[in-house]
């Protein structure tokens, strides 16, 4: 006989699973919880489970063992009990957490219920890897699982751990909230934030660039890539300043760096990980490996490498303010990349060493759900993980003045969570965007309460990266020779129409998950996978460089004249390469970084980029964000030629200054004598150039040229 997944479900509950319940004997059965034996007053049987009501209640400080004989001795796990109801009344905690410092008095709060003592420990120095002994020791007191101390006087500059005991282990934990640290964050750190604040903080404001999230053009950068290429000229590479640093050129006197990005005109950066992630990944102390930082160690505190001085527990924080600021004052707003999905190992952090079976998801049989594929889930849906992660937004919101925050495989997360996060980010009363990877993913939570795309119709102002219109343009993700659209595929005229129109459910033969086109995030590359211009060549290895960039400007054409937000990851509107590797998270500097000599190669491919965005920017009809709107004001050409696309926006769509826009994306490589409906059109946009240099009537028939896109008005 096998007794195996034993749970404890509420205080006075255990249920288990066994292979052949007609051998069980249950007066061979004993629960002990701690060196108590627990008396069963009840035990059931349904199917192969088997329930047991105790008399007493469980005290969850203390293991659970399930013993049967002499021969059966099990742990009965408790994350069961800590997700439900019962437990939440009992130990639901809505305050602050975290050190609250004054120069008068500072006061510490942690929440682990399950810990049999708690003290604080206080150092002078912020570098754990001294094994230094700290100068004091204070325990702290509980009160429903809140173990708490106010310390009287001025601790400024002091770092600080606690010492948690639980489950006959003694662990040395970073607070969780911890909001500064040392060198490796595994030392909290006490300061006056607002020492931390740049010149004229205080008046740094988000641009007000957007109305709508639709109005925003995305542009994925990452803090080292930007400025590790030496043809960057940029003197703080890899840092925070560096992007911050303006009137930086090539040798070709070009543009760099924030000047260039400023120039190209999108509205919003989205920077890569930027709080701190794991010092086994990079050590602050000798940054030389690369990583992306997806796997998270200190959720509000910036990454160190990315500073001038890592020791410095305020540098890296005023640094990371200085850059955000400068990006503001040149009109663009500041989107960061989170990680609340997983934590960068399952058993070595701050919250696993709190409280154990809380934070982490579980399977049923008590090992840690893994649907991210690294090891672990965060359990959004347990109220104080939901609370940790809402806080930290508002925070981050609030002492950064972040703009939006991009959700990493935000799939894990649940639908209730991330409402409520958007409900947070709106009491703060300014335009902050919400948006995320809608994968499904093969985590222990319930389909219907997945942050997903196919649940994004319970999610109305969250985005979703839009996978449709990547792999419709690209080709798909997962099969390295699929081709798509722009890349030489075939018979893609269908999904090119719902890519275009967001994604919307436009009729009963063009469906798209989404209510509005607010919530499709359109891109055909990102940091993850092969670059674009690198898929792009895999499939059509006997093109020319110059056909490969007619495929990029293509690809990136429909992107910006589509319905829906548009995104677009750094260097790829002049076709940057990784060298074919589709996953470069360690791969060295020069694989990864912004070669700037090849964009001044190709410097009319971004000056073409530059002037789609702008166009986009300064008509409204290419960002509707009401479904029904967009239906009355588009119309599809019908019986378009093979491999071609063809759309009309009409009666001023989205109040828009033109009266109708014609659209023509052209996938051959060939020219198209496309038909012309409603008489006379001006181009505006062909293969080679955007703007008003770019004029010309035609009526009845066009020549649409391989491999373009095209828009028209009258």
Same mark, same amino acid.
């Given at each position: 006989?096998?007794?195996?997944?034993?749970?404890?479900?509420?205080?006075?509950? $255990?249920?288990?699973? =066994?292979?052949?319940?007609?051998?069980?004997?249950?007066?061979?059965?004993?629960?002990?919880?701690?060196?108590?034996?627990?008396?069963?007053?009840?035990?059931?049987?349904?199917?192969?489970?088997?329930?047991?009501?105790?008399?007493?209640?469980?005290?969850?400080?203390?293991?659970?063992?399930?013993?049967?004989?002499?021969?059966?001795?099990?742990?009965?796990?408790?994350?069961?009990?800590?997700?439900?109801?019962?437990?939440?009344?009992?130990?639901?905690?809505?305050?602050?957490?975290?050190?609250?410092?004054?120069?008068?008095?500072?006061?510490?709060?942690?929440?682990?219920?399950?810990?049999?003592?708690?003290?604080?420990?206080?150092?002078?120095?912020?570098?754990?890897?001294?094994?230094?002994?700290? /100068?004091?020791?204070?325990?702290?007191?509980?009160?429903?699982?809140?173990?708490?101390?106010?310390?009287?006087?001025?601790?400024?500059?002091? *770092? *600080?751990?606690?010492?948690?005991?639980?489950?006959?282990?003694?662990?040395? /934990?970073?607070?969780?909230?911890?909001?500064?640290?040392? $060198?490796?964050?595994?030392?909290?750190?006490?300061?006056?934030?607002?020492?931390?604040? #740049?010149?004229?903080?205080?008046?740094?404001?988000?641009?007000?660039?957007?109305?709508?999230?639709?109005?925003?053009?995305?542009?994925?950068?990452?803090?080292?890539?930007?400025?590790?290429?030496?043809? +960057?000229?940029?003197?703080?590479?890899?840092?925070?300043?560096?992007?911050?640093?303006?009137?930086?050129?090539?040798?070709?006197?070009?543009?760099?760096?924030?000047?260039?990005?400023?120039?190209?005109?999108?509205?919003?950066?989205?920077?890569?990980?930027?709080?701190?992630?794991? *010092?086994?990944?990079?050590?602050?102390?000798?940054?030389?490996?690369?990583?992306?930082?997806?796997?998270?160690?200190?959720?509000?505190?910036?990454?160190?490498?990315?500073?001038?001085?890592?020791?410095?527990?305020?540098?890296?924080?005023?640094?990371?303010?200085?850059?955000?600021?400068?990006?503001?004052?040149?009109?663009?707003?500041?989107?960061?990349?989170? /990680?609340?999905?997983?934590?960068?190992?399952?058993?070595?952090?701050?919250?696993?060493?709190?409280?154990?079976?809380? *934070?982490?998801?579980?399977? !049923?049989?008590?090992?840690?759900?893994?649907?991210?594929?690294?090891?672990?889930?965060?359990?959004?849906?347990?109220?104080?993980?939901?609370?940790?992660?809402?806080?930290?937004?508002?925070?981050?919101?609030?002492?950064?003045?972040?703009?939006?925050?991009?959700?990493?495989?935000?799939?894990?997360?649940?639908?209730?969570?991330?409402?409520?996060?958007?409900?947070?980010?709106?009491?703060? @009363?300014?335009?902050?965007?919400?948006?995320?990877?809608?994968?499904?993913?093969?985590?222990?939570?319930?389909?219907?309460?997945?942050?997903?795309?196919?649940?994004?119709?319970?999610?109305?102002?969250?985005?979703?990266?839009?996978?449709?219109?990547?792999?419709?343009?690209?080709?798909?993700?997962?099969?390295?020779?699929?081709? @798509?659209?722009?890349? @030489?595929?075939?018979?893609?005229?269908?999904?090119?129409?719902?890519?275009?129109?967001?994604?919307?459910?436009?009729?009963?033969?063009?469906?798209?998950?989404?209510?509005? #086109?607010?919530?499709?995030?359109?891109?055909?590359?990102?940091?993850?996978?092969?670059?674009?211009?690198?898929?792009?060549?895999?499939?059509?290895?006997?093109?020319?460089?110059?056909?490969?960039?007619?495929?990029?400007?293509?690809?990136?054409?429909?992107?910006?004249?589509? !319905?829906?937000?548009?995104?677009?990851?750094?260097?790829?509107?002049?076709?940057?390469?990784?060298?074919?590797?589709?996953?470069?998270?360690?791969? %060295?500097?020069?694989?990864?970084?912004?070669?700037?000599?090849?964009?001044?190669?190709?410097?009319?491919?971004?000056?073409?980029?530059?002037?789609?965005?702008?166009?986009?920017?300064?008509? +409204?009809?290419?960002?509707?964000?009401?479904?029904?709107?967009?239906?009355?004001?588009?119309?599809? =050409?019908?019986?378009? %030629?093979?491999?071609?696309?063809?759309?009309?926006?009409?009666?001023?769509?989205?109040?828009?200054?033109?009266?109708?826009?014609?659209?023509?994306?052209?996938? &051959? &490589?060939?020219?198209?004598?496309?038909? $012309? %409906?409603?008489?006379?059109?001006?181009?505006?946009?062909?293969?080679? +150039?955007?703007?008003?240099?770019?004029?010309?009537?035609?009526?009845?028939?066009?020549? /649409?040229?391989?491999?373009?896109?095209?828009?028209?008005?009258?």
């Amino acid at each position: 006989m096998k007794i195996f997944n034993a749970l404890v479900t509420n205080f006075n509950r $255990i249920e288990f699973k =066994i292979d052949n319940p007609s051998e069980l004997n249950f007066y061979m059965l004993n629960i002990v919880n701690g060196r108590n034996y627990m008396k069963i007053i009840e035990h059931s049987i349904s199917d192969n489970t088997v329930f047991l009501n105790l008399e007493n209640e469980i005290d969850i400080k203390m293991d659970c063992l399930l013993i049967y004989g002499d021969i059966i001795n099990i742990k009965c796990c408790y994350f069961k009990l800590f997700s439900s109801k019962e437990f939440n009344d009992r130990y639901y905690y809505d305050g602050k957490l975290g050190v609250e410092y004054t120069p008068q008095k500072s006061i510490f709060k942690l929440w682990a219920p399950s810990a049999l003592n708690v003290k604080l420990l206080l150092y002078k120095n912020g570098d754990a890897a001294l094994n230094d002994n700290p /100068v004091h020791s204070i325990y702290l007191n509980e009160e429903n699982g809140l173990w708490s101390t106010p310390i009287e006087g001025d601790l400024k500059n002091y *770092y *600080y751990t606690y010492q948690v005991v639980l489950y006959n282990e003694v662990n040395e /934990v970073t607070d969780p909230y911890v909001k500064a640290t040392g $060198i490796n964050g595994n030392r909290g750190a006490i300061i006056d934030i607002s020492e931390t604040n #740049p010149e004229n903080w205080d008046k740094d404001v988000s641009p007000s660039t957007i109305n709508n999230f639709t109005d925003a053009v995305i542009y994925e950068i990452s803090i080292r890539d930007i400025s590790s290429n030496p043809n +960057s000229n940029i003197k703080n590479t890899g840092k925070y300043l560096g992007l911050a640093e303006e009137n930086t050129k090539t040798k070709n006197n070009l543009s760099t760096g924030l000047d260039y990005i400023k120039e190209l005109g999108i509205t919003h950066v989205q920077i890569m990980p930027i709080f701190d992630f794991s *010092y086994k990944s990079i050590d602050e102390k000798m940054p030389s490996e690369y990583n992306w930082g997806y796997d998270p160690q200190n959720y509000n505190v910036p990454e160190g490498t990315y500073s001038t001085d890592p020791y410095d527990s305020k540098c890296r924080i005023r640094e990371l303010k200085t850059l955000i600021s400068a990006l503001h004052k040149n009109n663009i707003s500041v989107n960061v990349d989170v /990680v609340f999905n997983h934590l960068w190992n399952e058993k070595e952090n701050s919250f696993e060493k709190t409280f154990p079976g809380y *934070y982490l998801r579980r399977n !049923q049989d008590g090992t840690f759900s893994n649907g991210t594929g690294c090891g672990n889930d965060t359990a959004s849906e347990n109220l104080m993980m939901k609370k940790f992660i809402i806080d930290s937004v508002v925070y981050l919101s609030q002492e950064y003045h972040i703009d939006g925050f991009r959700f990493d495989l935000m799939g894990i997360h649940d639908i209730d969570a991330m409402n409520q996060i958007r409900e947070a980010v709106d009491r703060l @009363g300014r335009p902050i965007m919400l948006y995320g990877e809608g994968w499904n993913l093969n985590t222990n939570l319930l389909y219907e309460k997945k942050a997903i795309i196919q649940n994004s119709f319970k999610t109305p102002r969250i985005g979703y990266f839009n996978e449709i219109i990547r792999d419709s343009i690209r080709g798909s993700l997962f099969d390295a020779n699929s081709k @798509g659209f722009a890349s @030489g595929g075939e018979n893609f005229e269908n999904s090119i129409k719902l890519s275009s129109i967001g994604c919307i459910n436009y009729s009963e033969w063009l469906k798209g998950p989404f209510n509005s #086109p607010e919530q499709s995030i359109n891109y055909v590359s990102c940091h993850d996978n092969a670059a674009l211009y690198d898929k792009l060549k895999a499939l059509n290895p006997d093109d020319s460089d110059g056909t490969l960039m007619e495929r990029v400007k293509l690809s990136l054409g429909i992107i910006l004249t589509s !319905q829906g937000t548009a995104f677009l990851e750094c260097g790829s509107e002049f076709g940057r390469t990784k060298n074919g590797i589709d996953n470069t998270y360690k791969s %060295p500097d020069y694989i990864n970084w912004i070669d700037w000599t090849l964009r001044d190669k190709r410097i009319n491919c971004v000056y073409y980029i530059k002037n789609l965005i702008n166009l986009r920017k300064n008509h +409204s009809a290419f960002r509707f964000i009401n479904s029904d709107d967009l239906k009355n004001h588009l119309e599809f =050409i019908n019986n378009s %030629p093979k491999n071609s696309v063809g759309f009309i926006l009409k009666n001023k769509p989205n109040g828009d200054s033109w009266n109708n826009l014609l659209i023509i994306y052209n996938a &051959n &490589n060939h020219a198209l004598n496309f038909p $012309i %409906p409603w008489g006379n059109w001006n181009v505006y946009v062909n293969k080679n +150039s955007v703007g008003e240099s770019n004029i010309r009537d035609v009526k009845n028939n066009y020549i /649409v040229e391989g491999l373009s896109v095209n828009v028209l008005y009258n």
